[in-house]
């Protein structure tokens, strides 16, 4: 992917990795526009980077998705580069009764949210001399933690969304790319999650994202993710359960 000169709108842009990729790419030489739920964080952000726009979007609303698609449209027809970031990850106790609320808005916000997103804007996208949908999916998408059973769930979903849609558009000008990365020091769990040293630090993933986003991969995979990613097989429970037992530090 070419790094500098783009349009690129960024779901969930206000924090984490969101806001660690819209800040590198703004820092590039990219109109960045970011995405999100707290008009106040979104502020903070643009703020902070000069330039860089912010616009309101429940991603779990249709409505909300199909108003802002309108907007990007309508106000940077340039746009050719989405990133499907915005997520949630919560504890869901799968082993027991679940709480449908947690899970209904889980896959809600990080299955359809992204399919619509996505849809809103691809016709869009098809115009551009050369476009990019990307999905921020996770390393749990390949091994699962099972605390978060149903997040891990959704993120497996999306690559596989990701590698249908990457074929049905191999004859346009929109390419998809499939960003996994592996447990890095985010709120997305809550401030523990931040600073706990088994994550790499975000300044570091960003910085070798970004690398890798710079080359023609379809998988941005930083190296800390590897393991998660070349799991999947016949004997990828093994790890699977030598991974969550690590995780709940048996």
Do not use: W
């Amino acid at each position: 992917m070419k790094l500098t000169g783009n349009t690129i709108f960024i779901t969930g842009g206000g924090s984490g990795i969101g806001r660690g990729l819209a800040e590198a790419l703004h820092g590039l030489g990219n109109k960045v526009i970011i995405s999100g739920r707290r008009k106040t964080v979104l502020e903070e952000v643009t703020k902070a980077n000069p330039g860089m726009e912010c616009v309101e979007l429940n991603i779990e609303d249709p409505a909300s998705i199909e108003a802002v698609a309108k907007k990007l449209v309508a106000e940077h027809p340039t746009l050719n580069v989405l990133i499907n970031n915005a997520g949630i990850m919560k504890p869901d106790g799968v082993d027991g009764v679940v709480d449908d609320a947690t899970v209904a808005s889980t896959v809600t916000t990080n299955i359809l949210g992204p399919i619509r997103m996505t849809s809103a804007l691809i016709e869009h996208l098809k115009k551009q001399p050369t476009a990019y949908v990307a999905y921020t999916t996770s390393g749990l998408a390949f091994v699962p933690l099972a605390l978060t059973a149903t997040y891990s769930a959704t993120k497996a979903a999306m690559h596989s969304f990701a590698l249908s849609q990457r074929f049905l558009l191999k004859g346009t000008s929109v390419k998809v790319l499939e960003i996994a990365p592996p447990y890095v020091q985010t709120e997305l769990m809550g401030a523990q999650m931040a600073v706990d040293p088994r994550a790499m630090p975000l300044k570091d993933f960003i910085a070798e994202t970004i690398a890798a986003l710079g080359t023609d991969a379809d998988e941005v995979l930083v190296e800390r993710v590897g393991m998660l990613r070349n799991n999947p097989g016949p004997r990828e429970h093994e790890f699977v359960n030598k991974f969550n037992d690590m995780m709940a530090g048996h």
